[in-house]
């Protein structure tokens, strides 16, 4: 298995909802990314797991909690998300925090 | 702090013709760099990537990208460009635990 999956593939959800995206891999991988990216703008990272410990936090809102229940799977927790919250999700993962990322198909949020 | 810029936001070619999408970085020790490219609604794909190996660097869909130490370039190019090269192409390099992307380059490619 070489991909990275995400599931939902969309999700609509209120300011008020609590909903998970989730993302996947078995390639063995050690690091795991969430970036947000807005329309025809770059990727922004969000969080980096190493070894199934937050290496990083890029100063996200609390309203995002990122889960790394084992080294194949890594959750994003969302709670009283904002509309300008709406963007794609992408999930990634390398073999090592040095080494290139591969990326899921991400999860398109609207938060309405 | 490691950087890179891509330059045009957008690049138009006609199916057949040459594609080049600009990539110059900024490193304070020697660097990797990648291309990834996305399709619409979709997640990114690595096309290649430099590791110090060697300066010409072949990837996937015969794109290929050349590492200049003296330019700080790492341009990528494809001899004829087909309708499904049409993509929002992404410049990065690897940064201190993370990557550090480029604002990306669409590539629009005319019958």
């Known amino acids: 298995d070489t991909e990275v999956t995400q599931t939902p593939k969309h999700l609509v959800m209120g300011m008020t909802n609590k909903k998970s995206l989730k993302c996947e891999q078995h390639?063995?991988?050690?690091?795991m990314y969430w970036y947000k990216q807005k329309a025809k703008k770059p990727p922004e990272l969000m969080f980096v797991?190493?070894?199934?410990?937050?290496?990083i936090n890029e100063s996200v809102p609390s309203r995002f909690s990122p889960e790394c229940p084992n080294s194949s799977l890594l959750n994003l927790h969302l709670h009283a998300l904002q509309p300008e919250d709406s963007a794609l999700y992408l999930c990634?993962?390398?073999?090592?925090?040095?080494?290139?990322?591969?990326f899921g198909p991400g999860t398109r949020l609207t938060v309405l | 702090a490691q950087s890179v810029t891509q330059l045009g936001s957008h690049v138009s070619v006609s199916e057949g013709a040459l594609v080049l999408l600009r990539c110059n970085y900024s490193?304070?020790?020697?660097?990797?760099l990648f291309w990834y490219v996305q399709y619409p609604n979709q997640g990114l794909q690595l096309l290649l990537k430099y590791t110090s190996a060697a300066t010409l660097v072949k990837g996937i869909n015969d794109f290929e990208a050349e590492f200049k130490k003296s330019e700080t370039s790492f341009h990528l190019t494809k001899p004829s460009a087909h309708m499904s090269d049409a993509a929002e192409y992404f410049c990065?390099?690897?940064?201190?635990?993370?990557?550090?992307f480029g604002t990306g380059t669409r590539l629009l490619v005319s019958p």
């Open positions: 990065a390099v690897k940064g201190f635990q993370k990557l550090v």
């Open positions: 490193s304070s020790v020697p660097p990797y």
């Open positions: 390639m063995g991988h050690r690091a």
């Open positions: 797991y190493s070894y199934e410990k937050l290496s």
């Open positions: 990634a993962s390398s073999p090592r925090e040095e080494n290139e990322q591969f």
